[in-house]
């Protein structure tokens, strides 16, 4: 097996299995100054979106949640219009990948 269908396999392992219990001596340590949880409960149809949303991207759902909350977060400041444009554009785009 090549090391990078190596890393591969165990990245979407640990997505996959996200509760489950760490080895003897494994140590985790976070590259980024991100160290508070923001717990956000959906329903089934809602987390299937997010799910689908975020392979789609090829990204983590969690980044793609976080992204998406960021990303109105800073707009807060911005045009209420366009604020609320952007908005239907992102429901709207989600909507295709549901549907």
Do not use: F
């Not at 508070?36 to 975020?54: C, F, G, H, Y």
């Not at 960021?70 to 609320?84: G, L, T, W």
């Amino acid at each position: 097996m090549k090391i990078d269908d190596l890393i591969t396999a165990e990245a979407e392992a640990s997505e996959a299995h996200p509760d489950a219990e760490l080895g003897p001596g494994t140590t985790t340590r976070r590259g980024h100054g991100r160290s508070r949880t923001l717990q956000v409960r959906l329903n089934a149809d809602e987390l299937e979106a997010l799910l689908t949303m975020a392979a789609a991207r090829g990204v983590p759902a969690s980044t793609l949640a976080r992204d998406l909350l960021m990303k109105e977060v800073r707009s807060e400041s911005a045009d209420p219009i366009a604020v609320i444009a952007r908005i239907r554009a992102d429901l709207e785009a989600l909507a295709s990948t549901v549907a």
